[in-house]
């Protein structure tokens, strides 16, 4: 069979193909990037040693019903206002009575800076919603994050999450993030 | 003679085919590149909840996951309606979950235990209940390090 003159193939196919496989990629594409918020959970505890005893004023207590009702401090309160009052109780800026105490700490770039011996205690009933439980776990982590993100601001002039390690690690120093689950409680039923 | 010529009656015009391709193949190597194919089915309903103080999960080698909600609709004559575990392609009971954690740690090299992190990948209407049974679970194998997989949004809505 002699050779066609110009000897070209029909490129027309080609956006063809080219069709099939974008449709199989768009397809089996997921978007998604894997976001969330990271939290360490507590070794078991061996026998029955219950720790250090905690001064009652170094403590935040937060509690969940089953109907997604919240209690900070023996009061109930509406979820929108956590941020507020758990950065009101972890800086104790005017150094209140009946808010944490601090203890002086040597922290790199800061030198002695007191440091807030808060924790916040989070406790939750079997029948609280994954929904709900979020939200109070996000209000409380962006009730820290505020508050490293002034201090960042003020010393260093940026963003905590735009440090660089030793001075975020230092950030993290100043305001450590203790939030404390109780071991679970079975009161609303299911 | 005129100054302005006469428009000539111009045949039908074509936009030329030629660079279709080009744009065509342009889009398939961006989703070719985007593409992380989805290794499990899930098999529960997931509706994340929704946090603005989300950060990325870094290291996708890294992660287990652990899938909480009510079985989809094709598996709810089987399974019922109450929210399930999932681990890999099966459901799972909670005694499942130490072994699961287990395996996935022999998954990965030694040095890099420690980074190992759970992500829960958890339906919002789901009841706390499971989620605590759960959770003692992962700290009886020592799976500490956990991660509520949630959505970013900017605002919280009621």
Same mark, same amino acid.
């Given at each position: 069979?002699?050779? %066609? ?6 490129a027309?196919? #080609?956006a ?14 997921? #978007?998604?990037?894997d976001? +969330?918020?990271?939290r ?10 219950? +720790? ?17 009702? $919240? #209690? ?9 206002? $956590? ?15 009946? $808010?944490?105490?601090?203890? $002086?700490?040597?922290v ?14 989070l406790?939750?009933? %079997?029948?609280t919603?994954?929904? #709900? ?15 490293r993100?002034?201090?960042?601001? %003020? ?31 079975n009161?609303?039923?299911? | 003679?005129? =100054?302005?010529?006469? =428009?000539? *009656?111009?045949?039908?015009q ?11 193949? @342009?889009?398939?190597?961006?989703? @070719? ?15 994340l909840?929704?946090?603005? *103080?989300?950060?990325k ?31 890999n ?7 499942? &979950?130490?072994?699961?954690? &287990?395996?996935?740690?022999e998954?990965?090299d ?6 190992l ?10 009841? @706390?209940?499971?989620? &605590? ?11 500490l ?14």
């Open positions: 069979m002699p050779r %066609r003159p110009g000897g070209t193939f029909g027309s196919s #080609m063809d193909i080219a069709f099939l496989l974008l449709i199989f990629f768009l397809v089996a594409t997921t #978007m998604d990037v976001t +969330g918020l990271s360490k959970l507590p070794p078991i505890v061996q026998g029955d040693d219950q +720790g250090d005893v905690i001064k009652e004023r170094n403590v935040f207590v937060v509690l969940i019903n089953a109907n997604d009702q $919240l #209690m900070v401090e023996g009061k109930p309160m509406d979820v929108h206002k $956590l941020r507020v009052e758990a950065k009101e109780f972890i800086a104790n800026p005017s150094d209140k009575e009946d $808010l944490p105490e601090k203890k $002086l700490k040597e790199p770039f800061f030198g002695e800076i007191p440091v807030t011996k808060g924790i916040i205690s406790q939750n009933d %079997r029948g919603s994954y929904e #709900m439980y979020i939200k109070v776990q996000n209000e409380l982590a962006a009730a820290y994050n505020e508050l993100n002034e201090l960042a601001q %003020r010393k260093f002039g940026k963003k905590y999450d735009e440090l660089n390690k030793e001075h975020a690690d230092a950030i993290a120093d100043i305001y450590p993030q203790i939030i404390s689950e109780a071991e679970p409680k009161i609303g039923g299911k | 003679m005129s =100054k302005f010529k006469q =428009k000539k *009656e111009v045949g039908s074509e936009i030329s085919t030629a660079s279709l391709p080009d744009i065509v193949f @342009m889009l398939l190597f961006f989703f @070719m590149v985007t593409t992380t194919m989805r290794e499990t089915t899930i098999n529960v309903q997931q509706k909840p929704g946090a603005t *103080e989300v950060k999960l870094e290291r996708k080698n890294l992660v287990s996951y652990i899938y909480i909600g009510k079985p989809r609709q094709n598996f709810q004559k089987l399974y019922g309606t109450e929210p399930r575990i999932q681990l392609d099966a459901f799972a009971r909670i005694d499942d &979950i130490r072994n699961y954690v &287990i395996s996935e740690r998954k990965v030694e040095n890099e235990r420690t980074f992190t759970t992500s829960l990948k958890v339906d919002q209407e789901t009841k @706390m209940g499971v989620i &605590i049974d759960v959770k003692q679970e992962l700290r009886k194998a020592g799976a390090k956990i991660n509520y997989s949630s959505r970013r949004v900017t605002n919280i809505e009621d």
